[in-house]
């Protein structure tokens, strides 16, 4: 996880909790433009099993967040993704990818439907790091069809783990009732909130736009919750690993598909060839050739263990047992969790089927590494 730039510190932008987190004792370092906290006293691993076992609380403030108003919007939208948008309920959210002209992912993010088709709007959250991309690319290719609204008035608090809803129903009462994907407007800790039941951890948990002047508030009424502690980003990044979640620029960009990326969940039957609007959106063809099979892939996204207890990191190049390079690594640690070394990287298709073993070359050296299913750890996404 590139945790770091070569931004001097005086030009990093700020959360609203900047001053909470070093008053929390937090390691901040440069991420995404922000100085963001990496990790607090507690370390990486302490706050990684909290996380597993309890309640954490994430200052995601620099991620984006927009909104699409207009009669039009739904349908627009739809033409800059391969995902239906256009048949998700209202109250409901959706995971999706904005592609290029050659189908590969410029970001992939949320988006909700706050009942855009009774003059509501689609709320969408994108990737720290790509927001101005994102919203000039939006803008570029629909802004004359539906007005599109930055938010940076609004900060975004993640809190996750088994027990973060406990914590959270009492502060809001109600929001027990909701399931994974699904959200709404509650008021939390007398803080204007709208929230949706995801996350980025693998576990149950909530995630709540609030506005910036409010945050600093909800995060200390969040934290004096005895289930509650705050986690940085270390652990937010080993925590999405465990759980096989892509990281943009590191497991997904601009020179992958997303079926190379292992995506193909994400591209619904109504726009695959045969759907009701299939095709429509960038790189259509492509990426429809490949889903299909009638295009090779030239590489796939895979979830790897090492079989010695050696961390493979980020960028280690992948090779056969013959010694031919057929991959590279683009997140790797030891999973904290699981308890062993595990990665996810590209390999060529023929080095994909789960059990197959290839070399991953540490400092010289070949260390064993199998593919195999991912999540490596069980996800427990509150279905009801």
């Given at each position: 996880?590139?945790?770091?730039?070569?931004?001097?510190?005086?030009?990093?932008?700020?959360?609203?909790?900047?001053?909470?987190?070093v008053?929390l004792?937090?390691?901040?370092?440069?991420?995404?433009?922000?100085?963001?906290?990496v990790q607090?006293?507690?370390?990486?691993?302490?706050?990684?099993?909290h996380?597993?076992?309890?309640a954490?609380?994430?200052?995601?403030?620099h991620?984006?967040q927009?909104?699409?108003?207009?009669?039009?919007?739904?349908?627009?939208l739809?033409?800059?993704m391969?995902?239906?948008v256009?048949?998700l309920?209202?109250?409901?959210?959706?995971?999706?990818?904005?592609?290029?002209?050659e189908?590969?992912?410029?970001?992939?993010?949320m988006?909700f439907?706050?009942?855009?088709?009774?003059?509501?709007?689609l709320?969408?959250?994108?990737?720290?790091a790509?927001?101005?991309?994102?919203?000039?690319?939006?803008?570029?290719?629909?802004?004359?069809?539906?007005?599109?609204?930055?938010?940076?008035?609004?900060a975004?608090?993640?809190?996750?783990?088994?027990?973060?809803?406990?914590?959270?129903?009492?502060?809001?009462?109600?929001?027990?009732?909701l399931?994974f994907?699904t959200?709404?407007?509650?008021?939390v800790?007398?803080?204007?909130?709208?929230?949706?039941?995801?996350?980025?951890t693998?576990e149950d948990?909530?995630?709540?736009?609030v506005?910036?002047?409010?945050?600093d508030?909800?995060?200390?009424?969040?934290?004096?919750?005895?289930?509650?502690?705050?986690?940085?980003?270390?652990?937010?990044?080993?925590?999405?690993?465990?759980?096989?979640?892509?990281?943009y620029?590191?497991?997904?960009d601009?020179?992958?598909?997303?079926?190379?990326?292992?995506?193909?969940?994400?591209?619904?039957?109504v726009r695959r060839t045969?759907?009701?609007?299939a095709?429509g959106?960038?790189g259509?063809?492509?990426i429809?050739?490949?889903?299909?099979?009638?295009?090779?892939?030239?590489?796939?996204?895979v979830?790897?263990?090492?079989?010695?207890?050696?961390?493979?990191?980020?960028?280690?190049?992948?090779?056969?047992?013959?010694?031919?390079?057929?991959g590279?690594?683009?997140?790797?640690l030891l999973?904290?969790?699981?308890?062993q070394?595990?990665?996810?990287?590209?390999?060529?298709?023929?080095?994909a089927?789960?059990?197959?073993?290839?070399?991953?070359?540490?400092?010289?050296?070949?260390?064993?590494?199998?593919v195999?299913?991912?999540?490596?750890?069980?996800?427990?996404?509150?279905?009801?």
């Amino acid at each position: 996880m590139p945790l770091s730039s070569p931004a001097p510190p005086e030009t990093l932008l700020k959360t609203p909790l900047h001053d909470l987190h070093v008053t929390l004792g937090a390691r901040m370092v440069p991420f995404a433009g922000y100085s963001m906290p990496v990790q607090y006293p507690a370390g990486l691993m302490a706050e990684h099993h909290h996380t597993r076992t309890a309640a954490g609380l994430f200052d995601v403030s620099h991620m984006g967040q927009l909104r699409l108003e207009g009669p039009d919007a739904a349908n627009a939208l739809e033409t800059l993704m391969p995902v239906d948008v256009l048949d998700l309920a209202p109250g409901k959210q959706r995971y999706g990818l904005l592609l290029n002209d050659e189908g590969g992912i410029i970001d992939d993010l949320m988006f909700f439907n706050r009942d855009i088709g009774n003059g509501g709007d689609l709320f969408i959250i994108v990737n720290g790091a790509c927001k101005i991309g994102d919203i000039a690319h939006i803008r570029a290719k629909i802004g004359k069809r539906c007005v599109v609204t930055p938010m940076p008035e609004m900060a975004l608090l993640a809190l996750q783990g088994p027990q973060a809803v406990t914590a959270l129903q009492r502060l809001a009462p109600g929001v027990e009732k909701l399931v994974f994907m699904t959200g709404g407007r509650y008021t939390v800790a007398g803080c204007d909130c709208f929230l949706t039941r995801s996350g980025y951890t693998g576990e149950d948990g909530f995630e709540i736009s609030v506005p910036a002047a409010q945050a600093d508030k909800l995060a200390r009424a969040l934290l004096a919750e005895p289930e509650v502690k705050p986690i940085g980003l270390g652990a937010r990044n080993s925590l999405r690993l465990e759980a096989g979640l892509c990281l943009y620029g590191n497991d997904i960009d601009t020179t992958t598909t997303p079926v190379e990326a292992s995506l193909n969940w994400a591209i619904q039957k109504v726009r695959r060839t045969g759907g009701a609007r299939a095709g429509g959106f960038p790189g259509a063809e492509r990426i429809l050739a490949q889903l299909s099979g009638s295009s090779t892939l030239p590489r796939k996204r895979v979830g790897l263990i090492a079989l010695e207890r050696v961390p493979v990191r980020d960028h280690t190049t992948l090779h056969s047992p013959d010694g031919a390079q057929v991959g590279e690594v683009t997140s790797g640690l030891l999973g904290p969790t699981i308890n062993q070394p595990v990665a996810m990287g590209y390999v060529s298709p023929e080095f994909a089927s789960t059990g197959t073993q290839i070399n991953a070359m540490v400092r010289g050296k070949p260390v064993p590494m199998e593919v195999a299913n991912m999540p490596f750890v069980p996800t427990h996404y509150y279905r009801g």
